[in-house]
């Protein structure tokens, strides 16, 4: 498993940005496929988007689609969540995950993203 921090969570404007950080603590993060979910209150896990280990394959959350954009620097160790055009309903607590096989086995411990009308 890999060590996840993730960082650049707070308070927008509906239409602003943000960017979320996660930082691995792994020397073998390159081989990690990551991703990024949200929940909120009251509410079930939602999956938001998801880089393989060599960045060339990525997937968004339908809800996402065309607002929010996942990368990864190896150089770095870290993945990043740009969000633009954020709405209210963006609102949640965001975890980054990191997976070798199937399943996403190391998360971190989420960064709150608040989006005000």
């Known amino acids: 498993q890999v060590q996840l921090v993730e960082s650049g969570g707070g308070l927008a404007q509906a239409g602003g940005s943000l960017r979320l950080s996660c930082a691995a603590s792994?020397?073998?993060?390159?081989?990690?496929?990551m991703g990024w979910f949200r929940q909120a209150p009251g509410k079930e896990r939602e999956f938001v988007a998801a880089?393989?280990?060599?960045?060339?394959?990525?997937s968004y959350g339908e809800s996402v689609k065309g607002r929010f954009t996942i990368s990864r620097d190896s150089s770095k160790d870290t993945i990043y969540l740009q969000m633009n055009s954020l709405k209210p309903e963006d609102t949640a607590v965001y975890y980054c995950?990191?997976?070798?096989?199937?399943?996403?086995?190391?998360w971190g411990q989420g960064t709150q993203v608040t989006v005000s009308s």
């Open positions: 792994s020397s073998t993060f390159s081989r990690y496929a």
């Open positions: 880089i393989d280990w060599r960045g060339r394959y990525i």
């Open positions: 995950a990191g997976r070798i096989g199937n399943t996403y086995d190391s």
